[in-house]
């Protein structure tokens, strides 16, 4: 389902005015005698709205199209056909008329053929005059249109200034489209102003302390007139602060209109009493956009300061990723359900895959830790790595407060960076970089004060020390990346485990800016358990690097000396989504897991489990309680699974077996020389009694039973019973309490038994 467009609903609650759209400033009318009353008013007749909740209902539940909170009425209002003209005694002209949609919640405006000269004014207002838009000026308009915020109540006056000196030129505007808000988020279980899911947390809160820049490129967008999406602004190679921003291809409607809102948040951690302050900025370009990676590029047009963001907006364009490396980490920075802005955090590494109907392993899928979630709104908000550079924007997915577990799915950035057969319309690459430098990454740009230095080193993305290694051996592999002005020729990296950077690795090479390259360090041994694994670099080209914010990076893994790799292969059906997995220990411990799977899209899962010799157990869960079927045999049948070690099968589920309700548990076991193993054999095999104290009997069901070993948790030979027939008794009264293995060798194949002596 896709990430809704949001309406912000109730949020406009405040007694003054707390937007900032426009220039500022008091409309004229306000400082005549001008009544109100006198101004001719258009109504426009409530909506059928039994009818349109009946339609929302429909896609409210499909996610096909934006959450509608509003009924366009489409019109062709302009300053000849209605309104009133007010020729006041020193010879302005002021033109007003008043716009009411019949017991609407909000009323918001679509304008074209604005013609605004130097010197004329426009203000949208409620009759209250506590909520005031403007002042609009020619600066505010792209190829004439005007977009503008939500209008809280029914009623919307819209005035338009023309000075003495200007009453000979040409003036004027349409109003195109009047928007009758019918409905808040609240009715969809999502909500306006601090009234999100209450996982959501604040981006201001500690955990968003390293994130103020990115925070300050997140904004929120105004589609259609009636819907809500969420996007970042986002440097180019020029680092000029060209206003582009990044949002979804699904958010997109004709952006001339668009209202980009810029600093909705809260100043800390909890959600304030009434809504805080923001400014916007209003219309935009088409610059790019793609269905397969689901981007939309715009470039804003509206109210720009020296072709770029106002600086009072305190605006950041966040920096970029397009080589396609999986994330160790990732944070989304978002407006969920039209709320304050608010982030998100995946601690762990991100995979691509393919979902949300993408290309091949065209999203990047996650899954929120922290108690943290996207919401509907959240559309187009920017996916960073752990190097606070965007490499894709929200698509869809299923998280949310009451699904946390649920997968989000994002476009990836480098798919949509130069596709095969792309061009300007529908790439990336031709926008981003202009200077054609070939660049994988750039950092992001502040025009309050950042500009690039000469000598940044940066270091990323380890590798090899990360996860769970089966291995005693470690070899790390580090990222460096250079993001000066200056080519990068030597540089010096203290590394190492569990602590200390004792360490030393002396690089040499020769980096041009914004290039990266991958350093092998020297492969290190250590004792099985839980490491980890730290780096600093320094000396770049053997002087001071004149950013150290970029200069380590540390990482978590565990050895396991020894270890054993199983396998499992998992073919999943066509409602992956209801799938979900875990390895346990004999005592519950999970040591692997899966799930968030996407549905439509049968697949087969590989994964190796790096394991100490023993007993395991491996679950596989169904929510809706049919296991693995619901796909038809032209789709792929049932699904199944296999675990196997050293080529011998420990556990299966067959197709046919694959309808096993809601739950599946197998137990299976790992010893030492037990590749002959045979799983249709051990099937056959009992023992009892178990546990047992003094003897149990190995019973084989018509087998004929050769010998009969008893084994330790690490395969070591304790006693072998030779053996004619198809039961044999077994003396255990000598062994020490614990688990054990009985090994059971038959004329047909060799069973392998785990029994416990008390």
């Known amino acids: 389902m896709l990430k809704h467009f949001i309406f912000l609903g109730s949020f406009f609650i405040a007694t003054i005015s707390f937007a900032q759209q426009g220039d500022g400033g008091q409309p004229k009318g306000a400082k005549t005698s001008i009544d109100i009353k006198t101004v001719e008013e258009r109504v426009f007749a409530q909506p059928n709205i039994e009818q349109l909740r009946t339609e929302d209902a429909v896609n409210d539940h499909t996610g096909s199209g934006p959450w509608r909170f509003g009924f366009n009425n489409m019109t062709n209002l302009n300053t000849t056909n209605s309104g009133t003209w007010f020729d006041l005694p020193n010879g302005d002209l002021i033109w007003l008329v008043k716009l009411t949609c019949t017991n609407a919640l909000t009323v918001n405006l679509s304008l074209n053929d604005v013609k605004l000269p130097e010197g004329n004014e426009l203000y949208v207002y409620n009759p209250d005059k506590d909520f005031i838009l403007g002042k609009f000026t020619a600066n505010h308009l792209y190829e004439g249109e005007l977009g503008t915020e939500l209008i809280p109540g029914q009623t919307a006056i819209v005035e338009y ?5 200007n009453r000979d030129l040409a003036n004027g505007l349409t109003i195109y489209r009047v928007t009758h808000g019918y409905r808040t988020a609240a009715e969809y279980h999502e909500k306006a102003f601090g009234s999100s899911g209450s996982c959501n947390m604040n981006v201001n809160c500690a955990d968003g302390a390293p994130w103020v820049d990115q925070r300050n490129s997140a ?15 986002i440097n180019n190679t020029q680092n000029d602060g060209k206003p582009y921003v990044l949002t979804a291809n699904h958010c997109y409607s004709s952006p001339t209109s668009w209202v980009f809102r810029f600093n909705w948040q809260a100043t800390a951690c ?22 397969p990676s689901d981007f939309c590029l715009v470039e804003i047009t ?28 990732t944070v989304s920075i978002h407006h969920p359900s039209g709320d304050i802005k608010k982030i998100s955090f995946d601690d762990a590494a991100a995979a691509p895959v393919t979902a949300m109907g993408s290309e091949a392993q065209g999203c990047w899928g996650v899954e929120w830790d922290r108690n943290t979630t996207t919401e509907g709104g959240s559309s187009g908000s920017p996916l960073f790595d752990q190097s606070k550079r965007i490499i894709g924007q929200l698509w869809g997915g299923g998280a949310s407060c009451s699904n946390l577990s649920a997968p989000d799915y994002y476009g990836r950035l480098s798919k949509s960076w130069n596709p095969s057969g792309s061009n300007s319309t529908n790439q990336l690459m031709f926008w981003l970089d202009p200077t054609s430098s070939n660049a994988t990454f750039i950092d992001g740009y502040d025009p309050n004060g950042s500009t690039s230095v000469a000598l940044d080193a940066g270091l990323s993305t380890p590798q090899g020390v990360a996860g769970t290694l089966c291995t005693a051996t470690v070899t ?15 540089l010096t990296i203290n590394y190492g485990f569990d602590g200390p950077t004792n360490l030393t690795f002396n690089w040499t090479g020769s980096l041009a800016q914004y290039q990266t390259t991958v350093v092998t360090l020297p492969t290190a041994t250590l004792a099985g358990g839980n490491h980890t694994f730290n780096a600093i670099i320094s000396n770049p080209n053997g002087a001071a690097d004149e950013n150290a914010t970029n200069n380590t990076i540390a990482s978590s893994f565990t050895t396991v000396v020894g270890g054993l790799i199983a396998g499992l292969t998992l073919n999943l059906d066509c409602y992956a989504s209801e799938t979900a997995w875990q390895l346990t220990t004999s005592t519950g411990s999970v040591l692997f897991s899966g799930s968030g799977y996407v549905d439509d ?13 023993g007993c395991y157990n491996f679950t596989i869960t169904d929510t809706y309680g049919d296991g693995l079927t619901g796909c038809s045999a032209a789709n792929g049948g049932a699904g199944s699974y296999q675990i196997t070690f050293n080529g011998a099968i420990k ?15 197998q137990n299976f076991c790992i010893i030492d020389d037990t590749g002959l193993e045979d799983l249709a054999i051990s099937n056959s095999v009992s023992v009892y009694p178990n546990p047992a104290n003094e003897s149990l009997t190995v019973s084989a069901n018509g087998l004929n039973v050769t010998a009969v070993d008893v084994l330790s948790l690490t395969g070591q030979l304790l006693q072998n019973i030779p053996s004619e027939g198809t039961a044999v008794k077994v003396n255990v009264a000598d062994l020490a309490a614990g688990v054990y293995f009985i090994r059971v060798v038959t004329e047909q194949g060799v069973a392998l038994k785990q029994i416990i002596v008390e």
């Open 651 to 665: 556990a299966e589920l067959t197709e046919a077996q694959a309808n096993f309700g809601s739950t599946n548990t």
């Open 270 to 291: 909890t959600n304030p009493s009434a809504s805080p302050t923001f400014q916007s900025l209003s219309g935009a370009v088409l610059r790019s956009r793609r269905s």
């Open 476 to 490: 790390p592999q580090v990222t460096i990346t250079n993001s000066g002005t200056s080519t990068l020729t030597a």
């Open 302 to 329: 509206g109210g720009l300061v020296n072709n770029t963001v106002p600086l009072t907006y305190s605006p950041y364009f966040s920096g970029w990723d397009n080589s396609g490396t999986n994330p160790t980490s």
């Open 219 to 233: 904004v929120m967008l105004v589609s259609g007139g009636s819907g809500f999406c969420s996007g970042a602004l």
């Open 601 to 613: 899209n049968p697949i087969t899962v590989n994964e190796n489990f790096c394991l100490n010799y």
């Open 161 to 165: 200034y023309i000075p003495a000196a």
